[in-house]
Nanobody, 124 residues
Framework: QVQLVESGGGLVQPGGSLRLSCAAS????????IGWLRQAPGKEREAVSC????????YYTDSVKGRFTIYRDNGKNTVYLQMNGLKPEDTAVYYC?????????????????WGQGTQVTVSS
């Protein structure tokens, strides 16, 4: 069974950093487009960032541009989301997801496979 496992969430003060990891079992991540999405209490799920499978094209939602970076380590079969300059409004459950399709110009909300989520809380 295909599995995605997120890790790296936690409690951090405003302005701090976290690096989320998305590791896969049963399949090779570099064959898939990978997205990071988040959902805060009472809010709809939001696409934060995504990266294509073949050429590493990346997209970010406007609120995280310049602060978050998505990247792959194919040797470790892992995709990361480096989050710097964290703000209280970044507090949410973060999910990684994988899809065989790539949608140029946008990060989708629907994916073939999902992780279980990891909580990120930004608070002083």
């Amino acid at each position: 069974q295909v599995q995605l496992v997120e890790s790296g969430g936690g409690l951090v003060q405003p302005g701090g950093s976290l690096r989320l990891s998305c590791a896969a079992s049963k399949f090779t991540l570099d064959h898939y487009a990978i997205g990071w999405l988040r959902q805060a209490p009472g809010k709809e799920r939001e696409a934060v960032s995504c990266i294509s499978a073949t050429d590493g094209v990346t997209y970010y939602t406007d609120s995280v541009k310049g602060r978050f970076t998505i990247y792959r380590d194919n040797g470790k079969n892992t995709v990361y989301l480096q989050m710097n300059g964290l703000k209280p409004e970044d507090t949410a459950v973060y999910y990684c997801a994988a899809d065989a399709s790539w949608y140029p110009g946008t990060c989708p909300l629907e994916y073939d496979y999902w992780g279980q989520g990891t909580q990120v809380t930004v608070s002083s």
